[in-house]
């Protein structure tokens, strides 16, 4: 298995890009290259001392602030579109970056293409809950959808829990702001219309503060929507452990302490999303994880692990036997 890397997408820079690909390389079976500026990459390598890793020169580089459409045309010799390149010809297996989500997003719609019968594709990500995991999809990938898109988004989340996840027959729901069937605005009401009647085990709608219950093991929304949820909860999660540090640190009773410090750290693990890897690019012919731009290296491993298990999952395959009937 070979997973390329998009060395220059990130906001700490590729440093911390390289050094999460080093502690990634260590632990999967296959070969992982990075695409970047050469030089800049070799020298941070140096610091490793893993010559095993492939480096490809790509001069250029998208900005987080680019214009998606612009930046992926224009650019072809960026980072992105070369590693995008390698995928769409069959040279690597899967592709991960933290850069620009918008013009990752772009580049595989425009190289990779989407699967047939697929009108456009979804970013999935797991989010914690008590009982374990939910998928929650869209986070990003599509801002404004049709009802029918939502309910092929559903579809590819619940192959999605299907195949990663080990859940034989996943709930699904529609996050809305009540659970009536007529709550909503018309494209969500239109779309528990076409779940409703489709063969999916679809459990109705859920509020936003059910999200993170785990009430269904798949969450569809748009893509506007679901980012806002997604940093919102990691906005919630860093706000509430700062808080309990404070706590913590004025304790006095060193027992208390100690309990409460493995609390913290037990609730910054499932929280951090680092620990996650990344989102899947679902819908498109080829394996994309974007991953947050803030990861640390760790972050940056755990996305190419991830990147690994998706590819041997066979996802994409089951998404197109579904869509060709």
């Given amino acids: 298995m070979k997973i390329v ?16 690909v080093v502690d990634a390389a260590k632990e999967i079976e296959g070969e992982v290259i990075l695409v970047g500026k050469k030089s800049i990459i070799q020298k941070h390598l140096t610091r490793f001392n893993f010559p095993k890793i492939k480096v490809i020169d790509a001069p250029e580089t998208i900005d987080m602030n680019d214009d998606p459409m612009q ?7 960026s980072s992105l579109v070369k590693a995008m390149l390698l995928l769409k010809e069959g040279e690597v297996d899967a592709l991960v970056s933290a850069g620009n989500t918008g013009a990752v997003v772009t580049a595989a719609s425009i190289y990779l293409k989407r699967i047939q019968g697929v009108h456009r594709p979804t970013l999935a990500v797991p989010i914690p809950t008590p009982l374990g995991y939910s998928l929650l999809l869209d986070v990003g990938a599509c801002v404004d959808t049709r009802a029918e898109e939502l309910y092929q988004f559903a579809v590819m989340g619940s192959l999605y829990a299907q195949k990663l996840m080990g859940i034989e027959n996943p709930k699904v729901a529609l996050l809305n ?3 009536e069937k007529m709550k909503g605005n ?3 009401r239109e779309a528990y219309t076409l779940l409703e009647n489709s063969s999916l085990n679809f459990i109705g709608n859920v509020e936003g503060r059910d999200l993170f219950l785990g009430k269904a093991d798949v969450v569809v929304c748009d893509g506007f929507v679901g980012n806002i949820v997604l940093k919102s909860s990691e906005s919630i999660a860093e706000s509430l452990s700062q808080y309990l540090k404070e706590k913590i640190e004025k304790s006095k009773n060193q027992q208390v302490k100690q309990f409460l410090e493995k609390v913290l750290k037990d609730f910054f693990k499932r929280s951090d999303y680092s620990n996650y890897g990344g989102a899947l690019l679902l819908g498109v012919k ?3 994880v974007v991953t947050h ?8 491993k755990n996305s190419i692990l991830v990147a690994s298990r998706e590819v041997a999952s066979g996802i994409n395959e ?7 009937h």
Avoid: H, L, Q, T
């Fill in 71 to 77: 930046a992926v045309r224009r650019k072809k010799n």
């Fill in 293 to 300: 731009g803030a990861s640390p290296p760790e972050g940056i």
């Fill in 186 to 188: 018309k494209v969500v």
């Fill in 5 to 20: 890397v998009d060395a220059m997408g990130g906001d700490r820079g590729p440093e911390v890009v390289v050094e999460g």
């Fill in 286 to 288: 080829g394996y994309c």
């Fill in 318 to 324: 089951e998404i197109e036997k579904f869509f060709s």
């Fill in 177 to 179: 702001i009540g659970e």
